[in-house]
């Protein structure tokens, strides 16, 4: 799968894969998106001091850098998953620009996510363990009533609409934890009415720049 380096809106990197026309992130601003949906909808409202994490898509590692970013801060434990079929080859992580974004300090982190083995569990720091999953969702066997929140970052419907039909979602409802979140960026009719259908209380949510709306859904 050939991949581009692009530069988003607000200075940070995304990669673009042409036979798709996607990108991995917001032309808005990749950082500020993941900002928005993930940390400031997602993780920030989560009340508990023992977080886990699922991220459909681990990509370029930047939701787990900053939720790992995020981890310090909050001085909260954060267990996090990552999935991902496709991995980014080390020479495009070692081209994409977060760490001159939010920090040098952060930059051995990043490293560790992207240089582990898959499929092990580590410690990145004292406040965040780290696991990234190389595999298809359609064949992992998620664990019930395991997660708290889910980071749903799959690319868009229009280009990859396997990923959000409802043996999908299925997956994360029986992943979530009773109350457990699952917050995306994507904002389409029928996503929702699926997620409805599942059993979430779904909730719409401003979007990120260049996004009028993002979705949350809440298992019941």
């Not at 997602?42 to 930047?62: A, C, K, R, W, Y």
Request: net charge negative; hydrophobic share 35%.
């Amino acid at each position: 799968m050939k991949r581009e380096l692009k530069i988003t809106a607000d200075g940070s990197s995304t990669l673009y894969i042409p036979e798709m026309d996607e990108n991995y992130h917001s032309d808005h601003g990749a950082l500020q998106e993941a900002m928005h949906v993930f940390i400031e909808n997602g993780l920030n409202t989560i009340e508990s001091d023992q977080i886990s994490v699922f991220e459909m898509g681990f990509g370029t590692g930047l939701n787990a850098l900053l939720t790992s970013i995020q981890s310090k801060k909050l001085q909260k434990h954060i267990s996090y998953v990552g999935i991902e079929a496709f991995p980014v080859s080390a020479e495009h992580i070692s081209e994409i620009n977060y760490i001159e974004l939010v920090g040098e300090e952060h930059a051995v982190d990043f490293q560790q996510m992207h240089q582990s083995n898959w499929n092990e569990k580590i410690t990145i720091n004292h406040n965040f363990d780290f696991t990234k999953i190389h595999e298809k969702i359609e064949d992992y066997s998620i664990p019930k009533n395991e997660f708290d929140l889910i980071y749903f970052d799959a690319f868009g419907p229009r280009a990859q609409a396997s990923m959000w039909e409802i043996s999908i979602l299925e997956k994360m409802h029986k992943g979530l934890k009773l109350g457990g979140i699952l917050v995306t960026y994507c904002a389409q009719g029928q996503f929702k009415r699926n997620l409805k259908s599942l059993g979430f209380e779904v909730i719409p949510l401003p979007g990120p720049p260049g996004k009028r709306e993002m979705t949350k859904g809440v298992k019941k």
